[in-house]
């Protein structure tokens, strides 16, 4: 069928493919003449010919993306790549938070479809929340991530493939029978289906072509078939919709034969099935029926086993972990197979062409929001972050540590009892640098979310003397009591990224984000927003208790940064991040709804349909509701934000209404 398929379109170059693995060899005889673009990340250096990791990335890599003619034919040789490199040769694993970084590049560059040869193995489809951001980011911005389920040969599942909105593939041999290796779950059962993962052909870095096994690489023969389809509907005259495109694989899927053991758990949602899905595409009925898809009411073809099928997009029961504990490793380790199996188009040629299927396909609703960063002078320096969190500093390594030490004056423990100086004190550090303010620059200054460092902060510019004194001073915000007017509960720093990193002490390597200067730089003083929020309060209800206050304000700050914890890189969380940052200006605008007793309820970001020229405009609102009167009409907030520049900004008056939803 891939000679077919090629027939029919090897892809459209208005289509972009991301892969997130290892290193890719792209001097390979198999890229020359492909679009592929390769992004930054916190993996350096080039693809190696002895690395376990290159060998994976650029097999997968090859899949898609092998010229016709070549010695490995990709399934969109046309469409353009884009290479997310996340894992290492010296290490096979990568953390949730740095796989999340790399989804959130790819959705910035424009993917269309993302593919993920790799997971890591958990109890319930839970995932930490940087990396489930990224994954409802691909989801409001209609980008297709196409994950491997795994290779542990159990009913078990893998993040991100068990996460809502992915499509989850599995392997299956050249007959179309489950491997023993591949994973099975019920929730890959209505999200996941399978494709040829047995023996399968890639390009091998230095040079030649080898054949590999394993869920690593049935996902980019999804991934590419996705691609095929996008560039079908690009050149019938339709918008590209990955979403769309994931039903149809979904709802085209073959069931596995009645006669094979334990059918019902291996095969999935069923068999990729390449001519049903161009059917589909091609202008059938059922595809004229699919005017738009909300993948929250997702639903799938069965695999013709019995059992009903359910919301492919059910929410998972999360939890938050630390990402520094989690990762995520690539799912296969390259192991040779025998030369004499059957290559890809042969793999695929094989599928079996549907007789009088009819499946029946939802007509559903879109709702997707495309981020969209408008020109600024500043987009050629790099990357705009806007980021909150706790400020840290680390040492790199333990020669800076003790020299830090040793400059350190010893500490007075009380009663004249002196011990050597702790730099890990903060409050020790706070009083030394207070006098040596230029020792801040022998410091990795961090931004950290939850105890995890995320970014590395290096001030740069003619103000960085003024930036550093600046995060001095929220350090010593940050250690006073918590009934200080001065305690400083979280910051915000505005910044951007150049590509470079830094390896702390601990041996985790994170991004440097570069403040420009002091602008933006905030520490959030909640007893002060506290007392501005009492004084808007009482102006409207005079009997408004601070308690009540602090616990609405409290609520509203825990959920932004907690529920809603994000690595503040896109336009969305910019706007999201700043419009909280501007909480003194929504105490005074939401003290209606406060002093009633009103709660936060939700938080969203959408496009502003209004906005300046050459401006990045969101409308975040808050909705509020009564806790205690379920039929009270909520209170509805909005703001709108422009994030084109470093530092976003508020545009006109916050506007309110009611509402009974």
């Known amino acids: 069928m891939l000679e077919t398929l090629s027939t029919i379109s090897q892809g459209d170059p208005s289509i972009c493919v991301a892969v997130l693995d290892g290193p890719v060899d792209r001097t390979h005889p198999c890229f020359q003449g492909a679009d592929i673009t390769y992004l930054p990340t916190l993996v350096k250096g080039e693809a190696m010919v002895d690395g376990s990791m290159s060998a994976h990335g650029t097999h997968v890599a090859s899949i898609i993306f092998g010229q016709p003619g070549s010695p490995v034919q990709g399934i969109a040789p046309r469409c353009k790549g884009i290479i997310v490199p996340v894992f290492a040769d010296d290490r096979r694993k990568t953390s949730q938070l740095d796989l999340a970084r790399g ?38 911005n209609n980008v297709l991530l196409v994950a491997a389920a795994g290779n542990n040969g159990c009913d078990c599942l893998h993040v991100p493939a068990a996460l809502p909105a992915v499509l989850a593939v599995g392997a299956m041999d050249a007959n179309g029978k489950p491997l023993d290796f591949s994973n099975w779950g019920e929730t890959y059962q209505i999200q996941g289906i399978l494709a040829p993962g047995e023996d399968i052909l890639g390009a091998k870095p230095g040079g030649g072509t080898h054949r590999l096994s394993g869920t690593s690489f049935a996902t980019p023969i999804v991934s590419g078939v996705a691609a095929v389809l996008l560039s079908l509907q690009q050149e ?12 149809i694989l979904l709802q085209s899927a073959l069931p596995c034969d009645s ?40 639903e799938a073809a069965g695999c013709g086993c019995g059992g009903g099928i359910t919301n492919a997009s059910e929410p998972i029961a999360a939890q938050s972990g630390q990402p520094a504990a989690t990762s995520v490793t690539a799912t296969d380790t390259p192991v040779a197979a025998p030369s004499n199996t059957p290559n890809l188009q042969d793999l695929i040629k094989s599928f079996p062409t549907p007789v009088n299927q009819q499946p029946m396909m939802p007509n559903l609703t879109a709702n997707s929001v495309t981020a969209s960063q408008a020109p600024s002078e500043l987009a050629d320096m790099g990357q705009l972050v ?10 790199g390594s333990e020669a800076r540590r003790d020299s830090f030490k040793q400059l350190m004056p010893p500490f007075d423990l009380g009663g004249g009892v002196m011990v050597p100086a702790n730099p890990y004190d903060a409050r020790q550090m706070v009083d030394y640098l207070d006098g040596n303010i230029s020792e801040s620059r022998s410091l990795i200054w961090t931004i950290n979310i939850e105890l995890t460092p995320v970014y590395a902060i290096d001030p740069a510019g003619p103000f960085a003397a003024e930036s ?42 994170i991004p440097v984000l570069e403040p420009q200067s002091t602008r933006g730089i905030y520490g959030w003083k909640v007893n002060n927003l506290v007392n501005a929020a009492m004084a808007a309060v009482q102006a409207e209800d005079a009997t408004a208790d601070e308690d009540r206050i602090r616990k609405t304000l409290d609520g509203f700050l825990n959920r932004i940064y907690y529920d809603l914890r994000n690595l503040g890189t896109t336009s969305q969380d910019r706007a999201l991040n700043f419009s909280v940052t501007n909480a003194f200006q929504a105490a005074q605008t939401f003290s209606e709804a406060v002093a009633v007793g009103m709660e936060l309820d939700s938080i969203t970001v959408e496009k502003s349909p209004f906005c300046r020229m050459d401006s990045d405009c969101w409308d975040v609102k808050l909705k509020f509701f009564d806790p205690e009167n379920s039929r009270r009409a909520k209170k509805i907030f909005r703001f709108t934000i422009d994030v084109s520049d470093l530092i976003p900004v508020t545009l006109g008056e916050v506007r309110s209404w009611s509402s009974p939803y």
């Open 259 to 298: 006669d094979l053991p334990e059918a019902t758990q291996r095969c999935l949602a069923g068999k990729l099935n390449i001519p049903g899905a161009i059917t589909l595409v091609k202008g059938g009925k059922m595809a004229e029926e699919f005017t738009s898809v909300d993948v929250s009411e997702v």
């Open 386 to 395: 806007y980021a909150l969190g706790t400020l840290g500093y680390d040492f």
């Open 103 to 140: 989804i959130e590049q790819a959705v910035n560059a424009g993917a269309n479809v993302i593919n993920i040869s790799g997971g890591q193995l958990t109890d319930f489809g839970e995932a930490d929340g940087w990396l489930k951001n990224a994954v409802r980011l691909c989801r409001e």
């Open 236 to 247: 019938q005259g339709e918008t590209p919709n990955p979403q769309k495109v994931r039903q």
């Open 468 to 509: 550093y004194r600046a995060l001095h001073e929220l350090l010593s915000g940050q250690i006073q009591p918590e009934n200080d007017a001065e305690y400083v509960e979280r910051v915000s720093i505005p910044g951007i990224l150049t590509g470079r990193r830094v390896k702390l002490f601990s041996g985790q390597v």
